[in-house]
């Protein structure tokens, strides 16, 4: 009787230790901008899922706040309850929890930690100055975990049945493109123009190759307004203003609505179309069976400063706050998103391009594979979406202007005027 007793109390006592054990667990919270069933919420989902197989004593609380989790970390950080990840864009994480000093400097540890799997460290599993274009006061605020490049994008399919020859490289040959394709009653040109930041896609292209990588962001933050005297984005405006007067944009494009645009395109409605490397995807179940995607990158121009094969990109990426009480815990957690293995599923699922060196690409970046071995350099334009740069100046400024010269309403010369009277209004303004 008294063995039995004993073993009862061994018992008891062994599941209070267990009980314990299990509350001591360690928690952390993923707060994300992707939206439940989305394909790259499913893949970060399953490598936390495989990282806490690895760490059973810690436990990672998942919310899939959607485009809404700019709001909800707000509300969180207010609540006193801030999460130990911001999965959002490397400029916005810079614009809200960065400047407010908030985030943790990730730069130490991608030089101190190992990859995942490998002997080398984190920063050195990515290309050299890789992180030069998300650095805010020698500050890394964010690990990207994506990127996305911009190209012209084209059916080859399409392209062939038109009786088209070589992709064009000068701005030259892509009007003599344009020519050829509006002469066979198509449209050249696809936009969803109801987007104000895709609307800015030409212009902050064509701004760059005339001035030279991110000539028109160092514009935008100019505060005396000298920079717009310069003449490569009056004459990049001017390019513009050209498309649309020789009927190159697909006709209504000032009112589609997204996705109505690239739906369009991917239904042979028009030939070129002038995005991120996201699109694949999100056009998969509209386009024909026969459809080959094709790209080439944006046109050199006369003169310009810019190279053809210098390439804009953006990311996403995941941010850690610095109110986090397992910093290191956290990273390791954040480095297995840089991982070989899960990029290459963003690769082959999410049609995402890997942020890591040593990733192929999937056949459907074949083109966008060969202008990444050529590239050049790699550039921010400002059509990045809403929070990318300067937020305010956006909304107010930049996008009204230059839709109101895209859509044929202001001419280039007026806002070159308009544009540097209000940068010089709205720096002063800051002061």
Not at 318 to 327: C, P, R, S
Request: charged share 25%; glycine share 8%; net charge neutral.
């Amino acid at each position: 009787m008294k063995a039995f007793k004993w073993v009862l109390c061994l018992l008891l006592i062994l599941a209070v230790a267990s009980v314990a054990f299990a509350q001591k667990k360690t928690t952390l919270v993923y707060l994300s901008k992707w939206s439940e069933g989305e394909v790259t919420q499913k893949i970060i989902d399953d490598t936390i899922e495989a990282w806490i197989k690895d760490n059973p004593s810690v436990n990672v609380e998942r919310e899939w706040a959607g485009r809404g989790v700019n709001a909800k970390l707000m509300a969180m950080i207010q609540a006193g309850t801030p999460p130990d990840f911001y999965d959002e864009d490397p400029k916005v994480i810079e614009e809200s929890i960065g400047k407010a000093g908030q985030a943790l400097d990730l730069l130490p540890y991608l030089k101190k930690v190992k990859a995942y799997q490998s002997d080398k460290a984190v920063i050195d599993t990515f290309s050299k100055g890789f992180f030069n274009m998300i650095t805010f006061r020698g500050q890394v605020n964010c690990l990207p975990i994506q990127q996305y490049l911009t190209s012209f994008w084209y059916d080859k399919t399409l392209w062939k049945t038109l009786g088209m020859g070589k992709t064009p490289d000068t701005w030259a040959q892509f009007l003599d493109s344009c020519a050829k394709i509006k002469g066979q009653n198509l449209a050249p040109i696809v936009m969803d123009g109801g987007v104000n930041f895709y609307n800015m896609y030409y212009f902050s292209h064509l701004a760059d190759r005339y001035e030279g990588m991110n000539a028109l962001l160092t514009a935008i933050y100019d505060k005396d307004g000298s920079d717009w005297d310069k003449p490569g984005f009056l004459k990049a405006q001017k390019n513009v203003k050209e498309l649309r007067d020789k009927g190159y944009f697909i006709k209504g494009f000032e009112g589609y609505q997204f996705p109505a645009g690239q739906i369009d395109w991917a239904q042979r409605q028009g030939v070129f179309l002038l995005i991120h490397s996201y699109m694949p995807i999100e056009v998969k179940d509209a386009k024909p069976d026969d459809f080959v995607f094709g790209s080439f990158p944006f046109p050199s121009v006369p003169g310009g400063k810019g190279q053809q094969y210098q390439l804009t990109s953006v990311f996403g990426g995941v941010g850690i706050l610095k109110a986090t009480k397992n910093a290191d815990l956290a990273f390791d957690l954040l480095k297995r998103m840089v991982a070989k293995d899960v990029q290459q599923r963003f690769a082959e699922e999410a049609l995402n391009v890997p942020v890591i060196m040593d990733v192929p690409l999937p056949d459907i970046f074949s083109d966008l594979a060969a202008i990444m071995k050529k590239q050049t350099g790699t550039f921010t334009d400002y059509s990045g979406g809403p929070g990318q740069f300067e937020p305010e100046y956006a909304q107010k400024i930049m996008y009204p202007l230059n839709q109101d010269v895209l859509f044929g309403k202001l001419s280039p010369e007026d806002f070159v005027k308009q544009v540097k009277a209000k940068s010089i209004e709205y720096w002063k303004s800051k002061k």
